[in-house]
């Protein structure tokens, strides 16, 4: 199902219905909504209810309640900033329309986005050069579809919270949560995690399909950050997702998560599996929420090929590919491996049962995706916690980007690189600034501008290269045809460098900054001769057929989502979404 047809569904699931009464509608009250609100009040019909997250004035979080529920609302779920609510698309307007209300989204559907992956990561290096440290003293929350009490994590679930069925004991009735949990912790004699002693906190927003709702991930999100004078609760891993609907800075999730790594929180979120159409060419602008946000550190998928050895690593097809959507962040941030990889099982869930050719020796199972590759990063984090408890969100993103491989994809496929666990150990630099993934605007004479710093000229996006209908960087730039990445163009001294090229022999440079006085290492390279294919596909990369890139970027009314992008083989969307295939088969 290619994303046009998603917007369909979406809007189909929970849009707004336009009447006579909405066509006379202000125009202000509808910049405190999403775009998909936007668009279902300019002609879109639906069910004449909607489930949406109100985000409320500071202090008038009660006051908005109690107008929601006056209008004949049904609360659905508190937050510390608002409430998720069922309310009909009439009241919606009058809410729209309250002075109590600062923003309205949607309560989109969020879905569930070891043998070989030790090695492949490095983690088993690490174990046997430096002994003893596995995690140690470092918690690692789990929000996700549960976790189930496997023999490989005994007694060391060390916490539970069910946000689907209220139960008061860990349980994982889709699968997905205890594969994910055994990535980070698991400790077993045949098939160990990344940070095998590391401990858990099972957070539980998914149902027995996969499917839950983004209000219960914010609540989720909100329970880790009162508990974050916890000394040991130090990471949070959210293999989960759905398209973004709205710029990183008004949307829920991304507010949560970026409240979380404020609060000390090391946050890790999957890419998602968008990244190829039905043909096998790749997609780029298919980066899912809440890994859309600039502060979280957002994973794409490396294929391991069955072997220890990276040198016949590749980068899995389905791995989604940045920039944002609409805000156009540099993204993904780093790439691990995520395909056909090895996890605990939770046996009689519905992924066990639904798959049984994935089931591996007793007790284990094999999935794929990047919802798989964000927990190896996630147990990276919590090795580097292990080893120094010092260390801040943002250095450990830093260190991880900058001591990750600069394989030879382009940087929207493989962000900073191929996840290296040994050489992020080694860093020392500490980030002085907040280390946010950059911003990529294309000035008219076609020179990519990261973060108003970044310079690269003439990028190659390959002879057949589509950016959808009529997308545009800068007023009326477009992406020619035979444009190419300049062999060595140089960045200038700015915050991401010093005097550094990017290009043929690309280096960082020996005193590369990020932030104030944050050295980031010594002759860091980004990879040779990056191209891009001949046949590479450009979703929609704004939010309406007008958008233009630039520092003033508007957003409009006709929301678009791309022409050619796809979810997998079957997955749905609506109340009870699903994972396609493709994320469990994973690649060849």
């Known amino acids: ?3 046009s047809k998603i917007r369909g569904v979406l809007l189909v699931a929970f849009s707004l219905a336009c009447s006579a009464a909405t066509a006379a509608f202000q125009a202000s009250p509808l910049t405190k909504a999403d775009q998909l609100i936007q668009s279902a009040i300019t002609g879109w019909t639906g069910p004449s209810q909607v489930r949406v997250i109100v985000t409320a004035q500071q202090g008038l979080t009660g006051s908005a309640r109690k107008l929601a529920r006056t209008l004949g609302g049904r609360i659905e779920r508190d937050l510390q900033d608002g409430f998720a609510v069922t309310i009909s698309r009439e009241a919606l307007f009058q809410l729209l329309t309250d002075k109590t209300v600062e923003h309205v989204s949607v309560d989109l559907p969020v879905r569930a986005d070891m043998d070989v992956t030790a090695a492949a990561s490095g983690a088993a290096q690490v174990w046997e050069t430096v002994p003893g440290l596995k995690g140690e003293g470092i918690t690692v929350a789990v929000i996700d579809s549960g976790i189930a009490p496997h023999p490989d994590i005994a007694g060391r679930i060390v916490g539970w919270r069910d946000f689907v069925n209220g139960r008061p004991e860990p349980y994982d009735d889709n699968g997905h949560g205890t594969h994910v949990a055994g990535i980070i912790a698991a400790g077993g004699p045949k098939y160990q995690g990344i940070a095998p ?12 399909t996969g499917a839950g709702w983004t209000s219960d991930v914010i609540k989720a999100v909100e329970w880790c950050i009162s508990r974050s004078f916890d000394k040991h609760l130090r990471v949070i891993n959210l293999s989960l997702g759905h398209p973004p609907a709205e710029s990183y800075l008004t949307d829920p999730l991304c507010r949560a998560v970026r409240k979380a790594w404020r609060a000390g929180l ?11 159409d039905k043909d096998g060419n790749p997609i780029y602008f298919t980066i899912n929420s809440p890994g859309n946000d600039p502060t979280v550190i957002t994973v794409g998928a490396m294929n391991a090929k069955g072997t220890s050895a990276r040198a016949d690593d590749v980068i899995t097809t389905y791995s989604s590919r940045g920039p944002t959507i609409g805000d156009h ?5 780093i790439v691990a491996p995520g395909n056909k990889i090895i996890s605990l099982a939770a046996p009689g869930s519905y992924l066990y049962n639904r798959y049984p050719e994935n089931r591996v020796d007793d007790g284990y199972f094999r999935l794929s995706g990047t919802s798989m590759a964000a927990p190896v990063v996630a147990g990276a984090a919590a090795l580097m916690l292990s080893a120094d408890a010092s260390l801040d969100p943002d ?15 382009d940087p929207f496929t493989r962000g900073a690189g191929y996840l290296d666990i040994p050489s992020a150990l080694r860093m020392t630099g500490r980030a002085s600034g907040i280390a946010q993934s950059p911003t990529v605007y294309l000035l008219p004479d076609d020179t990519v501008v990261i973060d108003g710093q970044f310079l690269v000229t003439r990028a190659l996006w390959g002879e057949k290269t589509t950016w959808g209908e009529k997308t545009t960087w800068g007023e009326k730039t477009t992406w020619g ?12 001294e700015s915050s991401w460098a010093d005097k550094t090229t990017w290009g043929e022999k690309t280096t960082w440079g020996e005193k590369t900054t990020w932030g104030e006085k944050t050295t980031w290492g010594e002759k860091t390279t980004w990879g040779e001769k990056t191209t891009w294919g001949e046949k590479t596909t450009w979703g929609e990369s704004s939010w309406a057929d007008k958008t233009t890139w630039g520092e003033k970027t508007t957003w409009g009314e006709k929301t678009t989502w791309g022409e050619k992008t796809t979810w997998g083989e079957k997955t749905t969307w609506g109340e009870k979404t699903t994972w396609g295939e493709a994320a469990v088969r994973g690649d060849d």
């Open 1 to 3: 199902m290619n994303l």
């Open 197 to 208: 002693k590391a401990t858990l906190i099972g957070l539980k927003v998914l149902d027995e």
């Open 266 to 276: 090391v946050v890790v979120a999957p890419a998602g599996n968008r990244g190829r």
């Open 329 to 333: 962040i540099l993204k993904p941030d």
């Open 395 to 409: 250095t450990v993103k830093a260190r991880l980007m900058v001591s990750a491989e600069k394989i030879p994809y």
């Open 481 to 492: 045809e035979k444009t190419t990445w300049g062999e060595k163009t140089t960045w200038g």
